[in-house]
């Protein structure tokens, strides 16, 4: 039997090789070299950014907020998460600056490093008309603050990169460039937030509080909304601008809110936004005080007749040849201006207009 299989394989050999075609020998194959890869050469564009973002990013932190719940009997019982965000190191006093609406609500606040180090941050300040707020944390080896970009608006066009956190993804870098400027937005307490900057960086919820750099690694912004009809991001994001920024960031360390300059008149949001409707436009000054500049430059305040109706007296028109169609217009004019300057205010008299230069006043 074994001889039989042995002579069968030896058979099926035979009858095999009978058939099959002689191989050739296999052509020597040449060597192939590896592709040479140049990744962020030196001096470009990608080089540049990616240098950007090392150098930036350890400024940029990570915000996580809580909400108190209490029980019955008004103790607090548990922390609850509300929230996450970004921020960005102001100073060198542990200074964090943020979106308002990142901490709306919360009774405590947490700020994360991008070395790992969590750390308990208060409130020092917040304005929600600017969407703008200050927390503050303390430890040793904080990092380094960044730089604030000069007031003046950057250029439609201009490279834009952001940095913060969406969707709870950290220290995350999109790029882009500015869209368009003097953008406009409902704020949170009614008043419009104007003067926006428009950047098609992808920009989501997470990012909020969080800084829109120039090529240079300054902050023009801080991103603060988008434009989604999804929730995410559709290329369409806005940053409150630099010299908004500049404004209003030292007024709360110092003083723990934002008040803008004023003409030292009384106006009436409400009452204002009421007679704007029936077709009267300007800001209706209500009241005039004693020995102010205005009532030495002869400016009348409105008449509150017996019967309700209001007369009006001077109604701002224009400031500076900028319209004034509302008392928000008003408003957001004068947060542009420094205190101790002197600007040129229109009025309707009723029966004319007449202009007077008045000086621009602390806010209280």
Known sequence: MVALLVGLGVGLGIGVSGWLPAREAAAPVAAVAPAQLSVAPEGSDEAATIALFRSARDSVVAISTSAARRDLFGRVSSEVPLGTGSGFIWDGEGHVVTNAHVIEGATAATVTLADGRVLPARLVGRDASHDLAVLRIEDEGLP?????????????????????????????????????????????????????????????????????????????????AIYSPSGGSAGIGFAVPAATVGRVVPELIRTGRYVPPTLGLLFDARLNAAINRQGLAGAIVLDVPRGSAAEQAGVTPAEFLRDGRIRPGHVVTEVDGQAVESLDDLLAILDAQAVGEEVTVTFNTGGGETTVDLPVLAGS
Request: no cysteine.
């Open 144 to 224: 380094a603050p960044l730089t604030l970009a000069p007031p003046e608006p950057p250029e439609v066009g201009a490279f834009v990169l952001a940095i913060g956190n969406p969707f709870g993804l950290d220290w995350t870098l999109t790029t882009g460039i500015v869209s368009a400027l003097d953008r406009e937005l409902p704020g949170e307490d009614g008043r419009t937030i104007r003067g926006l900057i428009q950047t098609d960086a992808a920009i989501n919820p997470g990012n909020s509080g969080g800084p829109l750099l120039d090529s240079a690694g300054r902050i023009i912004g801080v991103n603060t």
